[in-house]
């Protein structure tokens, strides 16, 4: 059985900053990327930002220079560090974590934290 949960989202101003935390347990024999979608009402997910095991990351244009990806190896948590938050990012935050065991690559997603940034 395997976790993903996600936290930190919330209500903040434009202009304003929030963290969002993804924690994965369970029987994951090796996780490769982790990282987060987010999703607007009536839309497909986007992919936010991701990053792989050895540190590499990317990013959606639309967050560069303001969200910064990080993890924490030993923890298996991804975390999401948002600023100069503007009321387009209002969406539903997913993470998502990727681990593979016999040859198989999996993509686990969390439950989803709603972001509301307000004008």
């Known amino acids: 059985q395997v976790q993903v949960v996600e936290s930190g989202g919330g209500l903040v101003q434009a202009g304003g900053s929030l963290r969002l935390s993804c924690a994965a347990s369970?029987?994951?024999?090796?996780?490769?990327?982790m990282g987060w979608y987010r999703q607007f009402p009536g839309k497909q997910r986007e992919l936010v930002a991701g990053i792989i095991s050895g540190g590499r990351t990317n990013y959606a244009n639309s967050v560069k220079g303001r969200f910064t990806i990080s993890r924490d190896n030993a923890k298996n948590t991804v975390y999401l560090q948002m600023n100069s938050l503007k009321p387009e990012d209002t969406a539903v935050y997913y993470c998502y974590t990727d681990g593979s065991g016999a040859g198989l690559m999996v993509r686990y997603w969390g439950q989803g934290t709603q972001v509301t940034v307000s004008s």
């Open positions: 369970g029987s994951i024999p090796s996780i490769n990327a």
